[in-house]
């Protein structure tokens, strides 16, 4: 057997079938990712200090139009955001209404908690001091971009 008739007979079945898998699973361990972190994670932690938001939050500056809104709303809306919106990036009608979602929660929190370090921070964790960098949820954007422009048959 020959290297041309091995592919063929072999080899070209296989990468089929990766290329059929590939297909039907596309971004699924994305939004399955983004759904741990967003929703087991995040939300989970917010929860975990009630409903009221806690003092560090409530002291963030705010862009507009949030800046409009109590502490309070800001924070339930953080949390309905992250437990509901991951959740909707699995369906194809609010996968995209999802995503945009996402990426303003995203932007929410590198603007109010994540940009201390200004653009030096767009791959530091944290600095020395413990001010948060913003790479984490540079990453998170970066992934659910690619949710966002996902296109499926």
């Known amino acids: ?11 070209q079945p296989l990468v089929n079938d990766a290329n059929v898998l590939a297909e039907q699973v596309g971004l699924l361990p994305i939004k399955i990712y983004l759904f741990v972190q967003f929703t087991a994670i995040s ?7 009630g409903f009221h938001a806690p003092e ?3 002291g963030l ?11 309070d709303v800001n924070w339930n809306m953080a949390i309905a955001g992250e437990l509901l919106l991951p959740a909707l990036l ?4 609010t996968r995209k209404f999802a995503a945009l979602g996402l990426l303003y929660v995203l932007f929410m ?3 109010t908690v994540h ?9 530091t964790l944290e600095a ?17 971009w690619a949710v966002l422009v996902e296109k499926k048959k």
């Open 43 to 49: 939300a989970v932690n917010k929860i975990s200090y």
């Open 1 to 11: 057997m020959n290297l041309s008739s091995f592919y063929k007979t072999k080899l």
């Open 109 to 111: 929190a590198v603007y």
């Open 128 to 144: 020395d001091d413990g001010t948060p960098g913003f790479k984490i949820p540079l990453v998170y954007a970066l992934l659910v």
């Open 115 to 123: 940009f201390d370090l200004g653009w030096a921070g767009w791959d």
């Open 56 to 58: 560090w939050f409530a």
């Open 90 to 93: 699995f369906f194809k009608p």
């Open 61 to 71: 500056d705010f862009p507009y139009p949030q800046r409009w809104l109590p502490a």
